[in-house]
């Protein structure tokens, strides 16, 4: 089913206004002029340790121990991942060369 241009421009609009709101909104309830609360500061403190634990488990669930090649790709993936990060403090560095080296792994080494 083909949309027609004014059901694409609605789409278009809707998108817009939600993403609109959401960067919006913050600078709305916690103007600079203003402390920001306690919770937020604790928030913005735990959540990133918290998302990269639920992305590792996330990335971890399917891995067969059993089954060959027993989890070895990513462990050998998350672990130069880890130590890249720990040595040179950057996180776009460390996806790159970690999903690099985790592709190389299951294509040409654990085939």
Request: net charge positive; charged share 10%.
């Amino acid at each position: 089913m083909e949309l027609t241009a004014l059901q694409t421009l609605a789409i278009f609009g809707a998108v817009m206004i939600g993403t609109m709101i959401t960067r919006f909104t913050p600078f709305l309830l916690f103007p600079e002029n203003k402390p920001l609360p306690k919770v937020i500061h604790y928030l913005g403190r735990v959540l990133p340790a918290a998302m990269i634990a639920l992305l590792v488990v996330y990335c971890f669930k399917n891995v067969s121990l059993i089954d060959s090649p027993h989890g070895l790709p990513e462990l050998i993936a998350c672990a130069f991942v880890a130590l890249l990060q720990m040595w040179r403090r950057n996180t776009l560095l460390s996806i790159a060369l970690g999903t690099a080296l985790y592709m190389a792994l299951i294509q040409v080494v654990f085939v």
